[in-house]
């Protein structure tokens, strides 16, 4: 069973730029979530997506979308970066969009905005 | 609406004594419960989750943590530290509904003296 990968490792962007974080979901799962954990902080809910679909919200800006494709993998879109976006992107699957179902973590993405 | 309050943000124990990390939720519903932990640049880990059945929880590695309505708390405890047990610990908090609405606590950091 493969985990959940998350490409790239690493990021560097300018301020204003725009970027995209890619997250292959664990075998058999049809949600996915993404995160952003500040330094020193816990993840904070960006969205989830289920079966292609945004299907929740946490407190962020429009400029933060996402895509899901048929295979369940999903990508996380970053528009006119802003110092603070600096983070660890966090991606995590699951099979359902039950509270009860826990979720499986990607490595995440550290993304530095100077 | 929901939320987590981990009491410390750090702990610090010997090798072989008990650990205790502290976590008290809010939440209008019947929620789940998660203790995941994340070590160095390591994805999120479950250790264990509460969903409504038995109140005391056993997770992986020895952990296992009490569900407790009245006092709205979730402790995690382990008998006996192991210096592997360093990392940060999440607690999470999940409300029934739509879609998985996850909220994470601010984290507590667990350091292991040996």
């Known amino acids: 069973e493969t985990g959940v990968t998350q490409s790239p490792t690493h990021l560097i962007k300018t301020r204003g730029q725009q970027v995209t974080l890619r997250c292959s979901s664990q075998?058999?799962?049809?949600?996915v979530s993404w995160y952003q954990q500040a330094l020193g902080q816990g993840p904070q809910f960006i969205f989830q997506?289920?079966?292609?679909?945004?299907?929740g919200r946490g407190n962020f800006p429009p400029r933060f979308s996402g895509l899901q494709f048929p295979n369940y993998s999903s990508e996380l879109n970053v528009n006119a970066l802003e110092l603070d976006d600096s983070a660890l992107y966090l991606c995590?699957?699951?099979?359902?969009?039950?509270?009860?179902?826990?979720?499986?973590f990607g490595p995440g993405t550290r993304l530095t905005v100077t | 609406a929901q939320s987590v309050t981990q009491l410390d943000s750090h702990v610090s124990v010997s090798e072989g004594t008990p650990v205790l990390l502290r976590c008290n939720y809010s939440?209008?519903?019947?929620?789940?419960l998660f203790w995941y932990v994340q070590h160095p640049n390591k994805g999120l880990q479950l250790l264990l989750k509460?969903?409504?059945?038995?109140?005391l929880v056993k997770g992986i590695n020895g952990f296992e943590a009490e569900f407790k309505k009245s006092e709205t708390s979730f402790h995690l405890t382990k008998p006996s530290a192991h210096m592997s047990d360093a990392a940060e610990y999440f607690c999470v908090v999940s409300d029934p509904g739509g879609y998985q609405k996850v909220t994470f606590g601010t984290g507590t950091k667990l350091q292991v003296i040996p």
């Open positions: 509460y969903t409504s059945a038995a109140t």
């Open positions: 997506y289920y079966r292609e679909e945004e299907n």
């Open positions: 995590a699957s699951s099979s359902g969009t039950l509270s009860s179902y826990e979720q499986y």
């Open positions: 075998s058999g799962h049809n949600t």
């Open positions: 939440s209008s519903y019947s929620p789940s």
